[in-house]
């Protein structure tokens, strides 16, 4: 693969994007109404009708932390029939979760994580950066020698609730270590969501000059600042094509107060649509992926796009 020099002033042509839906994983982990088994399978099947082609569908961790996730091994017997074309991932931070996740007979890639902040590594996974990164080691080793993909999340690459600004190179020493492991991806999250476009260049710059490949990054951007689709914008000029977003906007960071969810996927969809950038999604389709999901947990689509589509339907 080419590598990207590039820079703010240097707009690379985008034909098209890949979206990884993360709603029934990182949007749904931090609902505190329980959501049933049958919803979340149905939410899987109704992002896959809408066109998408990579989907993270649950996270094998202990009960005791995530209760949302608690049905992970129901979820993925019920979406063994899921499309071979679609990559269908998991967030597997331990080595009994994998094997978990492997039983499944439906996985083909698995994710792990670290921080670029050492205070956020403490507070969400009770160690620290280098721990962390080498607790996944086994479970990346393992994953690749089974034949699976691996993919690595990067958080709070732009602040952190604790620490405040985070300096790119701390978001490279953790792209390396990921890298190291195996990652074939490594996804950069704005986990609380304040970075504005000119924080976004600067990490992706950063990690071009240490000779990262703008194909395998992914944008993570949250919204609680309202800035996550410049954030898109921005990463669209300097070359990123892939990024994570949630149907409806669902997610949410507990270690970050007023935290809101993940870029929508509605959003992302409606971007691109207008900019030409071909994505395989259905916008309208996506929309209406949320519905029975929303219901139970009580809350209307964060989208704006969305909002604006159901009240055109309405007039």
């Known amino acids: ?22 709603g029934p994983r990182d949007g749904l982990q931090n609902e505190k109404v329980s959501v049933p088994t049958d919803v979340k399978v149905a939410l899987c099947r109704s992002l896959v009708d809408a066109g998408v082609r990579r989907i993270e569908t649950t996270s094998y961790v202990s009960p005791k932390w995530v209760p949302q996730m608690s049905d992970n ?16 991932s998991v967030l597997t931070p331990n080595l009994k979760g994998l094997e978990n996740a492997k039983l ?25 950066i280098k721990e962390s990164i080498s607790r996944f080691s086994a479970v990346a080793e393992t994953a690749l020698g089974d034949g699976l993909k691996v993919r690595g999340y990067v958080s709070c690459i732009a602040a952190c609730p604790y620490e405040g600004p985070i300096d790119p190179k701390n978001v490279v ?12 991806e490594v996804s950069l999250g704005d986990t609380i969501g304040v970075a504005t476009p ?3 260049s600067k990490v992706i710059e950063a990690l071009v000059a240490e000779g990262a490949d703008v194909n395998e990054l992914a944008g993570h951007y949250h919204d609680t600042c309202g800035t996550a689709l410049t954030n898109v914008l921005r990463s669209l ?14 997610g949410g960071c507990p270690y970050a107060a007023g935290a809101s969810g993940n870029l929508a996927t509605e959003d992302l969809v409606y971007l691109c649509d207008g900019l030409g950038i071909d994505t395989g999604i259905d916008f309208g389709k996506v929309v209406c992926a949320s519905e029975a999901t929303l219901d139970v947990i009580g809350i209307g689509n964060r989208s704006k796009s969305a909002q604006a589509w ?6």
């Open 310 to 315: 159901h009240a055109k339907k309405q007039t």
């Open 237 to 250: 000029d300097l070359g990123l094509s892939k990024f994570d977003s949630s149907a409806a906007g669902l």
């Open 1 to 22: 693969m080419t590598r990207a020099g590039c820079s703010a002033g240097r707009r690379r042509a985008i034909s098209s994007v890949e979206v990884i839906e993360v």
């Open 104 to 128: 499944s007979g439906r996985v083909d890639a698995v994710s792990v994580f670290g921080a670029a902040s050492e205070s956020f590594s403490q507070k969400n996974i009770n160690c620290s």
């Open 198 to 200: 000119n924080q976004i």
């Open 173 to 184: 020493k953790v792209w390396k270590l990921l890298k190291d492991l195996g990652c074939y």
């Open 73 to 88: 091994v129901n979820v993925m017997d019920a979406l063994k029939d899921i499309p071979s074309g679609v990559e269908v």
